[in-house]
């Protein structure tokens, strides 16, 4: 076994089933409804808003992100937005599940001798939360309040890399987040597992990169390919 070898996660809906989309539609349905907006055209706004604000700029607080994005996503709808809308969507963020597989996944690496890391577009005191119902210890948890940037900006990787202090060839980073995490970590010759939990398309312009449905296979998946 490689000595110092760390695995790095991105945490939400590679870890966390953290679908603030699903999350949303139940809260704000009456008032789309009221008006006749399409949901999934709404969505999808929703998405492309949230990732336009945490690109466009240094770290603003992520919960703070949350709220602003619905409500200036219903304004784009002309829908009415209320305060407890965005609050109560944090609230529930809080409380996504871990997916079923991922803590006896980490606690296998972990027990091949690997630290595990979170790099994560959180609060500091937002993610632990998420750690808490994950159950499993990480040696690092990096957020974008601790970087000053939010993924998939280089300044969220650069700062993980120097809190880590380590050869590239010893890190593998984690990630379903293709926009977030595959495609600009490409530049930095680290390996990369892309948890491709919904089927998506990949592309050979970054590969190299292993590509698994889940954390199922990781623990094999790693010990073939990394401690060798």
């Known amino acids: 076994m490689t000595a110092g070898h760390v695995a790095t996660f991105d945490c939400y809906r590679t870890l966390i089933d953290f679908d603030l989309n699903r999350a949303t539609l139940p809260i704000v349905r009456e008032r789309l409804d009221e008006v006749g907006i399409d949901h999934a055209e709404f969505l999808d706004n929703l998405r492309v808003m949230r990732f336009h604000a945490v690109a466009q700029g240094p770290y603003r607080r992520y919960q703070g992100l949350i709220r602003e994005t619905l409500e200036v996503c219903m304004l784009l709808h002309g829908a009415e937005y209320r305060p407890e809308y965005g609050d109560q ?16 996944a980490l606690r296998q690496r972990r027990a091949l001798g690997v630290q595990l890391a979170i790099i994560s577009n959180s609060d500091r005191d937002f993610i632990p939360h998420h750690i808490e119902t994950i159950g499993v210890d990480f040696d690092y948890v990096v957020t974008a309040e ?10 969220a990787f650069e700062h993980l890399f120097s809190v880590l202090d380590r050869d590239p060839a010893l890190i593998t ?26 089927g998506l398309r990949g592309s050979e312009a970054y590969q190299p990169y292993a590509e698994l449905p889940d954390l199922l296979t990781l623990p094999d998946h790693f010990q073939k390919q990394v401690l060798t």
């Open 146 to 155: 601790d970087a000053g940037w939010y993924k998939p900006r280089a300044g």
């Open 173 to 198: 980073h984690v990630a379903q987040g293709w926009d977030y995490d595959i495609m600009p970590t490409k530049k930095y010759g680290i390996r990369r597992v892309w948890i491709n939990r919904y």
């Open 89 to 104: 969507l944090v609230e529930d963020a809080r409380q996504f599940p871990v997916f079923p597989e991922v803590p006896e």
